[in-house]
């Protein structure tokens, strides 16, 4: 038999992927990559479905800290918010589950790997890209896309085939992962109408305001109310803090891949409360240029990203220039929490650069005299009245 690792979620459109592969004489291993999204239970469920739709065997490989150190700190690190909106929950995640997916189809001596993508989105540009660079000699299979199946035309096979489950779409689709969480519906799919409140996964249950503090260690948050935790720990319990504020909705509106307009919601309490405090706390500890450069450079990761341009080495040029620019992003950021939204209360560290030592902005100047302000600003007015006076 050929045997053939199948990316898979438990959906309609992976569990087609399975019933017809193993009919036509594939070794089928499903195979899942949990980066925020499984719990234990979900996880027993999806291997007895696998198993029941006649895969060989179903693994799934545990890519919480994977993710977390290969993208996610580097997604904090560059401020990344894709259209100053998105911070890349769902693309981001893909990159990882990809690469995971190679290294078991090239573990278990895989000649196929397959994934249940559609022609008309960004996934299916994310995994290629990934599986033709880092394994051009597997072949890669994409029955959805290349069939151009219709949701009834899956359903109709699989209950000709024995299967004859429940596949009643849900209103909203949800995925759910470590940087936070996706929401589609009919609304997205045009241009007009909001999402409503019960399409988002975390209800809003807190109704007074609740003040936080982070810990930020050279750029990583590590500790929240004082309360040290690993990376990922604190990514978990600050979301468990905010997402009963629901904070962090909103509609993500940018360009997809294959050149066509796209809408997405999303739910990112976490995500997003960690890049504005982590950004704050820049904001006093680095200098200037830092936060330039870091500006346009974060942006143009983040692009590269959500394009499935992971593996170009310049993005391990920028990685490497950001960690560098981690150095003195040390510190306490404090929040308050409200129903919908957050507040930046301010920061303290040991390398805030507003040391009241040389002067207070507005107020009073300690280390130059009135003269040698005069004599800056005038020197600076040079190029602007060499400027005015050839060009009267």
């Known amino acids: 038999m050929k045997k053939l690792v199948l990316a ?6 992976t569990s087609y992927c399975t019933k017809s592969l193993s009919e036509q004489g594939f070794e089928v291993h499903a195979v899942g990559v949990n980066t925020g999204g499984f719990d234990t239970a979900e996880i027993e469920t999806l291997e007895k479905r696998a198993i029941a739709l006649g895969a060989t065997s179903y693994t799934c490989i545990d890519a919480l800290e994977t993710f977390y150190q290969d993208i996610v700190k580097y997604l904090i690190f560059g401020n990344v918010l894709k259209n100053n909106t998105y911070p890349l929950s769902v693309s981001a995640e893909r990159i990882t589950q990809a690469v995971a997916l190679i290294k078991e189809a090239q573990k278990i001596g895989a000649d196929y ?64 992962g470590l940087w936070g969480t996706s929401v589609g519906g009919s609304e997205t799919l045009k241009s007009r109408k909001p999402l409503p409140d019960e399409a988002y996964p975390s209800a809003c249950t ?38 009963p504020f629901a904070i962090g909705r909103d509609i993500h509106v940018g360009d997809t891949i294959i050149g066509i307009k796209g809408r997405v919601g999303f739910e990112a309490a976490a995500a997003l409360i960690t890049i504005k405090a982590h950004h704050l706390l820049e904001k006093h500890t680095l200098s200037k240029w830092q936060l330039h450069h870091k500006d346009y450079i974060g942006s143009y990761y983040g692009m ?6 992971y593996l170009d080495p310049v993005m391990r040029d920028f ?74």
Do not use: C
Not at 210 to 226: D, H, Y
Not at 328 to 337: A, D, I, M, P
């Open 304 to 309: 590269m990203l959500h394009e499935g341009q």
């Open 8 to 13: 898979f979620s438990g959906g309609l459109d």
């Open 319 to 392: 990685e490497q220039l950001l960690q560098s620019s981690q150095r003195t992003v040390t510190g306490s950021v404090y929040v308050t929490l409200n129903p919908y939204r957050f507040t930046l209360d301010g920061i303290s560290s040991a390398f805030d650069l507003m040391d009241n030592s040389f002067g207070t902005y507005g107020e009073v100047n300690k280390g130059w005299s009135a003269d040698e302000a005069k004599g800056f600003i005038k020197l600076s007015a040079n190029a602007g009245k060499i400027y005015q006076h050839v060009n009267k």
């Open 206 to 243: 807190k109704t007074t305001s609740e003040q936080i503090s982070l810990q930020f260690e050279k750029g990583e948050l590590v500790g929240i109310n004082e309360t040290a935790y690993s990376p990922v720990q604190a990514i978990q319990k600050l979301q468990e803090l905010a997402g």
């Open 113 to 176: 790997i397959a994934h249940g993508s559609t022609g008309a989105g960004n996934d299916q540009v994310r995994f290629d890209l990934v599986f033709q660079t880092l394994a051009p000699e597997i072949n890669i299979i994409t029955p959805i896309r290349d069939e151009k199946l219709s949701r009834e035309a899956e359903i109709e096979y699989l209950k000709s085939h024995g299967v004859d489950w429940s596949w009643e779409k849900a209103q909203y689709s949800i995925n759910k």
